[in-house]
């Protein structure tokens, strides 16, 4: 990978004192850390196994984050190699929850979730913009922090479709990302884009309405099929969460159409959408879920 700002200067046995396990992924495994040079606690990000491979992959996904380098997307630290052969990255510890972890334990309500899902869109709308496409938008991959900011996390499907350089990148197909969230166009072998993200939103949107998938089954082959062919049973007919709402249905619908083209131009056109119909004034500027629900309970995670 190419050198950068971060490229790590001393043997990481002399600059971190490894803690205990945040968590782990398809990809990788966080622990927290406390970093000697900075005098701090981060999180250190390493791969399963020790195989080349898996460290390209994770430096990979470590460089494209610092290229992204914009809110939403969780800064890198320091990037190195382990003594026992594995690449590591550092980064900071995220005190919150992920959205798959409220959505777990309680209904989001629903001024607080399409506040969640513009933000998101707003992230995506800055990352598509320099040619990058997430790959593996879910709810365990959006993260809720303490002090009131999203963040987008896990890179490590993530894809570039234009270079650094701005000239198309040719990839090849590939099935990656979550079943359940998984756009038509990709799991019928076409490449990710942008609007393959956007599905994955509507999916949220249509989960946090109904309590569930617009589509289902213990059998992936079946689950392709249906997201493939069949058409999603509209949240209002469904015994929801949320009250009806059509303009919603409208959004949700239109994020799960079949055909990329029919989908939302953009995720800027996405987060238009959703600030133009329910952005509630707010003299204060915060948003409805800035306190949340007392009592709730709140986990420390990384990313």
């Known amino acids: 990978m190419s050198q950068t700002s971060t490229a790590n200067k001393t043997k990481p046995a002399q600059r971190y004192i490894w803690q205990e396990k945040l968590g782990e992924g398809a990809c990788g495994m966080v622990y927290a850390a406390y970093d000697q040079h900075e005098d701090k606690r981060v999180a250190v990000k390493v791969p399963l196994t020790h195989d080349l491979h898996a460290t390209r992959e994770l430096f990979k996904e470590a460089e494209l984050m610092e290229q992204l380098s914009i809110p939403g997307v969780i800064p890198v ?35 607080r979730g399409l506040e969640v899902i513009e933000r998101v869109a707003e992230i995506l709308q800055s990352v598509h913009r320099q040619g990058v496409v997430h790959c593996d938008i879910k709810p365990a991959n959006i993260f809720l922090t303490n002090d009131n900011q999203v963040f987008l996390i896990d890179w490590g499907t993530a894809e570039r479709f234009i270079s650094l350089e701005g000239t198309q990148v040719k990839n090849s ?48 082959r079946t689950l392709f099929y249906k997201a493939y062919v069949e058409e999603p049973l509209p949240p209002s007919q469904r015994n929801g969460y949320w009250e009806d709402d059509e303009m919603l249905e409208e ?13 939302y131009s953009s995720a800027a056109a996405l987060k238009q959408t959703l600030s133009t119909l329910y952005r509630a004034p707010n003299p204060l500027g915060l948003p409805s879920w800035f306190a949340p629900p007392v009592g709730a309970e709140t986990y420390r995670r990384a990313a």
Not at 84 to 109: A, C, F, K, N
């Open 251 to 263: 959004v949700i619908l239109v994020l799960l159409n079949k055909k990329p083209v029919h989908r």
């Open 173 to 220: 197909p590939s099935l990656k990302g979550t079943p359940l969230y998984l756009a038509p166009e990709v799991i019928g072998g076409e490449l990710a884009r942008p609007q393959s993200d956007l599905y994955a939103l509507g999916v949220i949107l249509y989960e946090m309405w109904t309590g569930e998938c617009p589509f289902f089954d213990d059998d992936i």
């Open 77 to 111: 630290f320091d990037i190195g190699m382990l003594s026992d052969g594995r690449g590591y990255y550092t980064m900071p510890i995220l005190e919150g929850q992920t959205l798959e972890d409220i959505l777990v334990s309680r209904v989001m309500e629903k001024q």
